[in-house]
C-alpha cells in the first residue's frame, strides 16, 4: 500500500524559513518524480513543486521560485521542500504527491494528507 | 494563479447527469497534453479520479467520465449519488510557464 507521510508543518513567522518533510513507503520511490501541491484555506490546489526520479528535472511554480527548494533523498524514501522568506500567502495545507511518470510529464496518483503551514507574526 | 478554468459550481438531484468544463489554452489541454481529474471529499486529501483524459483508475465507478476537445475538457457524472459530493479539479501540464503543473480552479458539485 502506497503511503506519503508529510511532516515538519508549523506556525512561523513571516521572513522565517521551514523545512518539510514527506516519508514514501509502498513503492520504487527512486522509480518516480515527486511533488508538493498546496491548499490555501477555504481555496483550491496550487502546484509547488516537482522533481523527477533522479532529480535531473525540478520546476517550481512562480509563486515560489527562488525562495523554495524542493529535494529528494532516494536512499530514505524521503521528499524535502525547504522554504525560505516565508510570507502569509504561504499559509497552507501542503500535500506530498506521487506522479505516476519518473520524469515531470504524468498526473499525481497518490497524495499524503498533508501538513499544515501557518505564516504569521 | 490557475489558467485553467472551471465553473465554480454546478448542482443536481440524485440520479441526474452533470458535467463540469475545464476550459484551457494553446500552451496546456490545446498543445495536446493530457488531463487529468481529481475529487476531494471534505476534510480529506485528493483523489485521482480521470487520468489520461478519460481513463479511471480502478475502483472509480463508471459513473464518472471524462472528455476532451480542443483547449477543453469536460467531467460527468451520470446516476449522480449524494456520495459524490465534492470539490472536483482538473489538471494539465503547460509548455509556456516555468510551473509545469497546472490545476484547475475547481468546481464543487452539490446534490440536492
Known sequence: EVQLVESGGGLVQPGRSLRLSCAASGFTFDDYAMHWVRQAPGKGLEWVSGISWNSGSIGYADSVKGRFTISRDNAKNSLYLQMNSLRAEDTALYYCAKDNYDILTGYLNYWGQGTLVTVSS | ?112
Open chain 2, 1 to 112: 494563479q490557475s489558467v485553467l478554468t472551471q465553473p465554480p459550481s454546478v448542482s443536481g438531484a440524485p440520479g441526474q447527469r452533470v458535467t463540469i468544463s475545464c476550459t484551457g489554452s494553446s500552451s496546456n489541454i490545446g498543445a495536446g497534453y493530457d488531463v487529468h481529474w481529481y475529487q476531494q471529499l471534505p476534510g480529506t486529501a485528493p483523489k485521482l479520479l480521470i487520468y489520461g483524459n478519460s481513463n479511471r483508475p480502478s475502483g472509480v465507478p463508471d459513473r464518472f467520465s471524462g472528455s476532451k476537445s480542443g483547449t477543453s475538457a469536460s467531467l460527468a457524472i451520470t446516476g449522480l449519488q449524494a456520495e459524490d459530493e465534492a470539490d472536483y479539479y482538473c489538471q494539465s501540464y503547460d509548455s509556456s510557464l516555468s510551473g509545469l503543473y497546472v490545476f484547475g480552479t475547481g468546481t464543487k458539485v452539490t446534490v440536492l
